[in-house]
């Protein structure tokens, strides 16, 4: 199984375009190591030939085009076979609207995600007029095959505000246990995480690679700065630093690949020369980078 980093950085990207913090100014003026980075979303394969596409990020078209995998061959068609979805954010769904030209899309999301994409972002009633969408619900804790790789989701909790109002907590958030049919090697898609509970440290148990939320260093990163009013916990988030933090409870897992993606523009980690990165590196664990494609 191949996982492959298509972006990497939280919502906005990095450099944010609306953004002076000192990360985004030291990637635009060079000052310090650092890559720009996109929005995050993983291509995942059981044999480097199909892909599956998890999360749609608004920089999808970019992202495609900087892997030749995703290429398209006769006839417009693609390696693309399916989207999954972790959440309804825009982040994460908008780039489905850029997929408009093709023959279809399959997508597969928990009956609250698409709840929110019809009534509230709606981001499904607006792509339906495009082009067919065939809706394959995700049910947490049920597994499913894709074809070479079975997935199975789990519940995320989470206290962020649920801005479109679709009355449940079930199937808001979810991680995506994924195991490798032929070899039985596991890996999770974890990109939005505000607690590490016991039901998603189980979820973490015997797997062998683990993509996961890395928004924020500190808690009151944001507020910090001057550029918000709220914690990353606030934002549905695990702040990664300190005691508590994700860092601290992650580094101790016996897990060969540990893996930071979806990092907020503020984190320092972004710069490869700041203390904040050397101490991920030195606890065992890498911070994703578009391109990085892992094979498990």
């Given at each position: 199984m191949w996982l492959r980093v298509l972006g990497s950085a939280a919502g906005g990207g990095y450099p944010q375009w609306n953004c002076s913090c000192p990360t985004c100014r030291a990637v635009r003026e060079g000052t310090r190591p650092a890559r720009a980075r996109?929005?995050?979303?993983?291509?995942?394969?059981?044999?480097?030939?199909?892909?599956?596409?998890?999360?749609?990020?608004?920089?999808?078209?970019?992202?495609?085009?900087?892997?030749?995998?995703?290429?398209?061959?006769?006839?417009?068609?693609?390696?693309?076979?399916?989207?999954?979805?972790?959440?309804?954010?825009?982040?994460?769904?908008?780039?489905?609207?850029?997929?408009?030209?093709?023959?279809?899309?399959?997508?597969?999301?928990?009956?609250?995600?698409?709840?929110?994409?019809?009534?509230?972002?709606?981001?499904?009633?607006?792509?339906?007029?495009?082009?067919?969408?065939?809706?394959?619900?995700?049910?947490?804790?049920?597994?499913?095959?894709?074809?070479?790789?079975?997935?199975?989701?789990?519940?995320?909790?989470?206290?962020?505000?649920?801005?479109?109002?679709?009355?449940?907590?079930?199937?808001?958030?979810?991680?995506?246990?994924?195991?490798?049919?032929?070899?039985?090697?596991?890996?999770?898609?974890?990109?939005?995480?505000?607690?590490?509970?016991?039901?998603?440290?189980?979820?973490?148990?015997?797997?062998?690679?683990?993509?996961?939320d890395g928004t924020c260093w500190r808690d009151d990163e944001m507020i910090r700065l001057g550029l918000a009013q709220k914690t990353a916990h606030d934002m549905g988030h695990l702040s990664l630093g300190g005691p508590g933090g994700s860092l601290e409870q992650l580094s101790r897992l016996p897990i060969a690949r540990k893996i930071y993606i979806h990092i907020n523009n503020t984190n320092p980690i972004l710069l490869e020369d700041s203390p904040e990165r050397r101490e991920v590196e030195e606890s065992g664990m890498d911070v994703a980078h578009d391109g990085l494609e892992v094979e498990v």
């Open positions: 996109t929005q995050s979303s993983i291509a995942v394969s059981p044999d480097h030939e199909k892909w599956f596409l998890f999360n749609a990020s608004p920089d999808i078209r970019a992202q495609f085009e900087a892997f030749p995998g995703l290429h398209p061959g006769d006839d417009r068609v693609t390696p693309l076979q399916a989207v999954l979805l972790s959440d309804a954010e825009i982040d994460h769904t908008l780039g489905l609207l850029l997929l408009r030209e093709g023959r279809g899309i399959s997508l597969h999301a928990t009956e609250a995600t698409h709840a929110t994409m019809r009534s509230g972002t709606g981001v499904l009633t607006t792509l339906e007029r495009y082009c067919p969408v065939e809706w394959t619900p995700v049910v947490p804790g049920r597994d499913a095959s894709l074809g070479g790789i079975t997935y199975r989701a789990f519940d995320v909790p989470t206290a962020k505000h649920d801005r479109f109002g679709t009355g449940t907590d079930t199937g808001r958030v979810v991680g995506y246990r994924l195991t490798d049919e032929t070899t039985g090697t596991v890996a999770v898609y974890l990109p939005g995480v505000q607690e590490l509970t016991p039901a998603v440290l189980d979820e973490l148990e015997g797997i062998d690679c683990l993509f996961i």
